[in-house]
């Protein structure tokens, strides 16, 4: 084949076919008129969010702002990144490729994986933190999840995707050690294992206020047990590896337990028997972590990873179709008082950090450095395939929190600030969260106890005021959207219960996988520390495993209990916690990669990890400070503190939110352990940027320094880099079909054989 | 080939026409989630196996499923938030 002009095709070995394509074509001009189509577009939906006000902004226009936007990101932004600083090189041989075992270890199509990869980094994150942002209004957080995701989050999950790749996969934490030193590594491992542990907590505290006091959401989310046991059983005895069939198996039973759940919830003994108190229902998942975590893997984790799979992607499709069809009326300002204030209900503090700091997942995700170590760079083909993976699959992210913001923001202003309060402000009855929200000086008509009521009883719950979370009203406003267009009024109840249970499953399985992961993070760590501890390190010690179970059971349902039972709220005080923990991991991914790049000599392109980072850092940092100094009851965790216990000094009965002596024990035991994790999260992230800046400085004074990088190893296979073939990458591909038809022999067979 | 992965080119024996872009619509939806659940691991793996260790010998898929949930019982993977 005659390569065409400005296509460079790269061979390792004069035998085989090209192994790698370098295609510096220009741009064609029908590929430019495109693009330059898709920016126009963009740009005008960009102004009509920016611009239009009151009823007539609509939800389509934020949908298609961000998908332009993520377009012209991924052509121009990531391209430049990709030529810049990741220059990879094809020629080279993946960690797949080397070391392929079939296993862990194998190329793996490039589409797949961008599937396998999104799988692992979606869950509730960016569902949950969207919604409790739009209190603040749809300008910041839109602004927020879609430039966010652009200039930081993808980038992170891009970088440290390539930096595992070119590291045989080795893990985040392992990546910290090897480059920054054992310092910045143990700040990064105790980091590490204190985030998890919160996330834990966080997340299962959404759980439990989606669940408590409504009997249908805890039947048909109860129900999702039995289902998976039976999965796992079928798999492992009755049909081994039919994976699909047993997932659709699985769906159809979990759509019949929501209907169920319907009727049971409308049954006097359904009634009693599932409707539990918040509590009794964090017990419940505390036991479940713990057995989840001890139950062989084949019998819950994995057929519940099968169902979660499915529904997200299924979901995730259902409400951006809905969002494209209902195209519903945005009802929330475009910035509200509490932005600038800082007063809000859902969660307190200014636009400047905690907007940030909420929306978390949906724009950049410290979360999501652990998954890109480790398991997407062992199954990756080619290097250039990277910027599809990791950079792709943010983008998708980004879309989904887009889709979760539009949901919140599309709820009428007073039920929104209804659900979103804590009891102690709307009284927790129709009537007292009436004259609550109406006090609030929210757009629309004001509302009445009755349309409150009528708003639970058409989603067929109980309650919906102070259902806070987040879960719940994105539940309740997918059962808008979906109900607007697919079975009217009398689907909307199954549809608000259909939207709790994917929600509660993602977040378990989260849950459960997590709660493994921290058992072996302590598990090896005890281990390490030699003696008679060196026994942990077995992992089939199930007496090891035990113990460490019931440790990391014991510390996140600790902090789950004292969420549940706070007098303040539990959400408003520990979702910032969440936020918190989740960027400054991100703050560690990425000064670990700008570490990598500037010691890679490339310090004219080091802003591009860099400028992420100081952004980061500057949000954890103020948070962090404002969390801990702040004078404000609300905002500070020590003023809180302070307040409470001169209260219970002076001999006071009852102090705030607090009406009795126990509770504001509560309150002052609370806000200490919240306050301590604070200073605990600065200290470390403060450690690890120094640490950082260190050997950046030590790397320029020597004009660059050795990485960890493995050495080459050549290729000999070929893939496609993007989501399409271009025509060159076809004719290749043709030609290594045609060579392996003429020599049978010469399959791949791996370079370790 | 399982060097130049894909949706398996389906043979056009009735003609082409609305049924063999279905039957193929089919093929390629079939293989993308077999691939993304996992279920097609067993035949990467078999096929692995033949091609760099042809005198080993080939698990079954019972045996496969086993020897995978134990490796994912002694090194979890974690789940994203």
């Known amino acids: 084949m005659r390569s065409p002009e400005h296509v460079e095709l790269v061979r390792t070995d004069p035998d085989l076919p090209p192994v790698a394509i370098i295609d510096r074509r220009p741009m064609t001009t029908g590929k430019k008129l495109t693009f330059a189509a898709i920016g126009i577009v963009a740009a005008v939906a960009w102004a009509l969010v920016a611009f239009v006000r009151g009823e007539d902004v609509n939800g389509a226009y934020f949908v298609v702002a961000a998908v332009g936007t993520y377009i012209v990101a991924y052509r121009f932004y990531a391209r430049l990144i990709e030529y810049k600083v990741v220059r990879p090189r094809d020629d080279r041989a993946t960690p797949a490729e080397e070391h392929e075992n079939g296993r862990d270890f194998a190329p793996t199509d490039r589409r797949v994986l961008f599937g396998h990869h999104f799988a692992a980094i979606a869950g509730a994150g960016p569902l949950v933190g969207p919604v409790l942002a739009a209190q603040m209004g749809y300008l910041p957080g839109t602004l927020w999840i879609i430039i966010g995701a652009v200039l930081a989050g993808c980038v992170q999950d891009y970088l440290v995707l390539w930096l595992s790749t070119r590291r045989r996969g080795r893990s985040l934490g392992q990546m910290i050690r090897d480059e920054m030193g054992s310092i910045g590594g143990a700040a990064g491992l105790i980091g590490v294992f204190v985030i998890m542990i919160i996330i834990l907590a966080v997340l299962a505290l959404v759980v439990v206020n989606a669940l408590a006091e409504s009997p249908w959401g805890v039947f048909s989310v109860g129900m999702t047990i039995p289902i998976a046991l039976f999965m796992g059983v079928y798999l492992r005895f009755l049909r081994p590896g039919r994976v699909s069939e047993v997932s659709v198996i699985g769906v159809v039973l979990l759509v019949l337990a929501i209907v169920a759940g319907g009727w049971v919830a409308d049954t006097t003994w359904g009634a009693e028997m599932f409707t539990l108190e918040p509590v009794t229902v964090a017990w419940l998942i505390v036991g479940y972590g713990f057995l989840a975590s001890v139950l062989p893997v084949w019998l819950l984790l994995a057929p519940r990873d099968y169902l979660s799979t499915f529904m997200k992607v299924g979901t995730i499709v259902l409400l951006a179709v809905g969002v494209l069809i209902a195209q519903p009326a945005v009802q929330a300002p475009a910035v509200s008082s509490f932005a600038i204030e800082g007063n809000g209900p859902a969660f307190a503090g200014a636009l400047f950090p905690f907007l940030f700091i909420t929306i978390a997942c949906g724009a950049l995700s410290g979360f999501h450095a652990l998954i890109s170590s480790g398991t997407s760079p062992k199954l990756v083909e080619k290097e250039s395939q990277l910027r599809l993976i990791g950079y792709g699959?943010?983008?998708?992210?980004?879309?989904?929190?887009?889709?979760?913001?539009?949901?919140?923001?599309?709820?009428?202003?007073?039920?929104?600030?209804?659900?979103?309060?804590?009891?102690t402000l709307t009284g927790g009855e129709p009537g007292t969260a009436a004259d609550?929200?109406?006090?609030?000086?929210?757009?629309?008509?004001?509302?009445?106890?009755?349309?409150?009521?009528?708003?639970?009883?058409?989603?067929?719950?109980?309650?919906?005021?102070?259902?806070?979370?987040?879960?719940?009203?994105?539940?309740?406003?997918?059962?808008?959207?979906?109900?607007?267009?697919?079975?009217?009024?009398?689907?909307?109840?199954?549809?608000?219960?259909?939207?709790?249970?994917?929600?509660?499953?993602?977040?378990?399985?989260?849950?459960?996988?997590?709660?493994?992961?921290?058992?072996?993070?302590?598990?090896?760590?005890?281990?390490?520390?030699?003696?008679?501890?060196?026994?942990?390190?077995?992992?089939?010690?199930?007496?090891?495993?035990?113990?460490?179970?019931?440790?990391?059971c014991g510390l996140w349902g600790a902090i789950l209990l004292m969420g549940v039972t706070d007098p303040l709220g539990g959400i408003n005080t520990l979702f910032p916690l969440f936020g918190i923990a989740n960027q400054l991991l991100a703050a560690m991914a990425l000064a670990l990669v700008t570490v990598v790049v500037v010691k890679k000599g490339y310090l004219k392109w080091a802003w591009i990890p860099a400028v992420p980072l100081v952004w980061d850092l500057a949000v954890t940092m103020t948070a962090s400070y404002q969390k801990i100094f702040s004078p404000e009851p609300t905002l500070g965790y020590w003023a809180q503190h302070n307040a409470f216990r001169e209260a219970r000094a002076a001999g006071e009965t009852s102090f705030g939110t607090a009406t009795d002596t126990t509770a504001m024990d509560a309150v002052i035991r609370n806000t200490f352990l919240q306050g301590t994790l604070s200073i605990v999260f600065a200290v470390l992230v403060l450690t690890v940027a120094l640490v950082a800046l260190w050997v950046c400085v030590k790397a320029i004074r020597a004009g660059g320094l050795p990485t960890t990088e493995e050495p080459d190893t050549k290729s000999a296979m070929f893939a496609p880099s993007g989501l399409v073939s271009t025509d060159t990458e076809r004719e290749v591909a043709a030609q290594w079909t045609a060579y392996y038809d003429e020599n049978p022999d010469k399959l791949r067979a791996g370079t370790h054989a | 080939m399982s060097s130049l992965p894909g949706p398996v080119p389906v043979p056009v024996a009735d003609g082409g026409g609305v049924l063999a872009v279905v039957r193929r619509g089919w093929r390629a939806v079939a293989w993308y989630v077999t691939g993304v659940l996992g279920e097609s691991d067993y035949a990467r793996y078999v096929a692995h196996l033949r091609r760099v260790h042809p005198d080993a010998e080939v698990p079954t898929v019972r045996e496969y499923w086993r020897e995978r949930h134990a490796a994912q019982d002694a090194n979890p993977g974690a789940r994203c938030c």
């Open chain 1, 436 to 552: 609550y929200v109406n006090g609030l000086g929210l757009a629309g008509p004001p509302a009445t106890g009755a349309e409150i009521q009528g708003a639970a009883d058409a989603v067929g719950e109980e309650s919906i005021i102070s259902r806070t979370g987040g879960a719940p009203t994105l539940a309740f406003g997918m059962s808008q959207i979906l109900g607007s267009f697919l079975g009217g009024a009398s689907l909307q109840a199954f549809w608000y219960h259909f939207a709790i249970m994917f929600e509660a499953l993602f977040i378990l399985t989260t849950v459960d996988a997590g709660t493994r992961v921290a058992r072996f993070m302590l598990s090896d760590t005890l281990g390490n520390l030699g003696g008679p501890l060196r026994r942990f390190r077995d992992p089939s010690w199930r007496v090891g495993a035990w113990i460490c179970s019931v440790v990391v």
């Open chain 1, 393 to 423: 699959g943010m983008l998708t992210e980004s879309f989904v929190a887009i889709m979760a913001l539009v949901t919140a923001i599309s709820i009428d202003q007073h039920l929104y600030f209804t659900m979103n309060a804590p009891a």
